[in-house]
């Protein structure tokens, strides 16, 4: 049961547009969401994050919202670059017993067309 | 020069044989984590490490075991009891524990002959 889910598996965008990605969550526990890119045959890197008590973060191109009640969060990217092109993951902070742990969605592939 | 080694890139595993992925890290995190990511898939929670000597199960660790026994190295053995070892395994690390952020290594993508 996927309790992070990254709908759309694809999104095609023109460069200088916006991007949004989208991600929804079943589980009321999750309170710390987060934001990855990855490349190809390389590790994810971070992009942004968010806690459950803020409803918005914005770090350059980069903004992340969060809508509680509707457990959705999405990531906004503008203008969107070439580069950007990527997979994007969603990640949920949860305590798992006395541990924190990440639950990850299954990623959106953006391609930011010239 | 900072952050997190995965050696190596390329690793080819024989039929019923063992084989051990490195992970080093010169970050001082105290928390590392092994994953397993499958094509069109999300990453999936092999083992973790809050602390030196210690470590915890994940969500798929039939067929792994690691160690902890220093704070900069966590090894992944990929035994011969997995028997769909195929997949890009990445390592991560997490700093302290007012931060939720996990930083990755480059991935080791293990094949099987």
């Known amino acids: 049961d996927q309790q992070v889910k990254q709908n759309s598996p694809s999104l095609s965008v023109q460069e200088g547009r916006i991007s949004i990605l989208n991600c929804d969550y079943t589980?009321?526990?999750?309170?710390?969401f987060l934001w990855y890119k990855k490349y190809p045959a390389e590790g994810p890197t971070f992009l942004i994050s968010?806690?459950?008590i803020k409803d918005k973060n914005e770090d350059g191109r980069f903004t992340v919202f969060l809508n509680k009640s509707a457990k959705h969060l999405s990531l906004h990217i503008v203008p969107s670059q070439p580069g950007d092109s990527a997979v994007y993951f969603c990640?949920?902070?949860?305590?798992?017993?006395?541990?924190?742990?990440?639950?990850w969605g299954l990623g959106t592939s953006l391609a930011v067309n010239p | 020069d900072g952050g997190i080694t995965q050696s190596p890139k390329y690793l080819f595993r024989k039929e019923g044989q063992n084989v051990t992925l490195s992970c080093e890290q010169n970050?001082?995190?105290?928390?590392m984590y092994w994953y397993r990511q499958d094509p069109g898939q999300g990453l999936r929670l092999i083992y973790y490490?809050?602390?030196?000597?210690?470590?915890q199960k994940g969500d798929i660790a039939e067929g792994y075991s690691v160690s902890r026994e220093k704070k900069e190295s966590f090894p992944l053995t990929v035994t011969s009891a997995q028997k769909n070892p195929t997949a890009f395994y990445l390592c991560?690390?997490?700093?302290?524990?007012?931060?939720?952020?996990?930083?990755f290594g480059p991935g080791t993508r293990l094949l099987v002959l």
């Open positions: 991560a690390t997490k700093g302290t524990s007012g931060q939720e952020t996990q930083y």
């Open positions: 970050l001082n995190h105290d928390a």
């Open positions: 490490s809050q602390i030196v000597n210690d470590f």
């Open positions: 589980n009321s526990m999750f309170d710390y």
């Open positions: 968010i806690s459950s």
């Open positions: 990640a949920a902070k949860i305590y798992a017993g006395n541990n924190r742990k990440l639950i």
